[in-house]
């Protein structure tokens, strides 16, 4: 496995969508090359500062004060 390769599937490898052949390559790779492993734990630390956020923001919410203007808007006479 090449550097590149491994930065393509470092979001399955934390996401857990990888084969276990895959994770031993993966993790030999880790294991042979310095930069490879600072870049997955910045990436980890990235998705970790990330899972702190709200998974959605609330859209419905914006929508339904958008159709309420939008109401009260079409409502007003002119
Ligand atoms: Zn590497």
């Known amino acids: 496995m090449t550097c590149q390769q491994l ?7 934390v996401e857990g969508r990888m084969s ?8 030999f790779h880790l294991g042979l ?12 630390q990235t998705r970790q500062s990330l899972g702190h956020l709200p ?7 914006v929508r339904d004060e958008l159709l309420h ?3 009260a808007w079409k409502a007003t006479p002119r």
């Open 20 to 27: 276990t052949l895959e994770q031993l390559r993966f993790q």
């Open 33 to 44: 090359c310095e930069p490879c492993r600072v870049y997955l734990r910045q990436l980890e």
């Open 7 to 13: 930065t393509r599937l470092v979001g399955d490898y």
């Open 69 to 71: 203007r939008f109401r």
């Open 55 to 61: 998974e959605e923001q609330p859209p419905a919410q």
